[in-house]
């Protein structure tokens, strides 16, 4: 029980966080954009996308596969 409630509390962060910097997006004057994550299959090469009105990414996080290879390197 105090694993699921460690783990609801870092998801909580983690939502905040992404939530605060999509606001300091907004707040740059960047309009009309969205939050998305890629269409792959696998968790280790999901990413997140910042896109447009109109679809196109701006852009783009690293995966974690991408991170581990670099913290790796």
Same mark, same amino acid.
């Given at each position: 029980?105090?694993?699921? &409630?460690? &783990?609801?509390?870092? /998801?909580?962060?983690?939502? *905040?966080? /992404?939530?605060?910097? #999509?606001? *300091?997006?907004? *707040? %740059? +004057?960047? *309009?009309?954009? &969205?939050?998305?994550?890629?269409?792959?299959?696998?968790? #280790?090469? $999901?990413?997140?996308?910042?896109?447009?009105?109109? +679809?196109?990414? /701006?852009?783009?996080? &690293? %995966? $974690?596969?991408?991170? #581990?290879?670099?913290?790796?390197?």
């Amino acid at each position: 029980m105090a694993k699921q &409630k460690q &783990k609801d509390y870092q /998801l909580d962060l983690t939502a *905040d966080r /992404l939530f605060d910097a #999509f606001d *300091d997006l907004v *707040d %740059s +004057g960047i *309009d009309n954009i &969205k939050i998305n994550k890629n269409d792959s299959k696998s968790s #280790f090469r $999901w990413t997140i996308q910042i896109l447009n009105h109109r +679809g196109k990414i /701006l852009a783009e996080s &690293k %995966s $974690w596969l991408e991170k #581990f290879r670099e913290e790796s390197a």
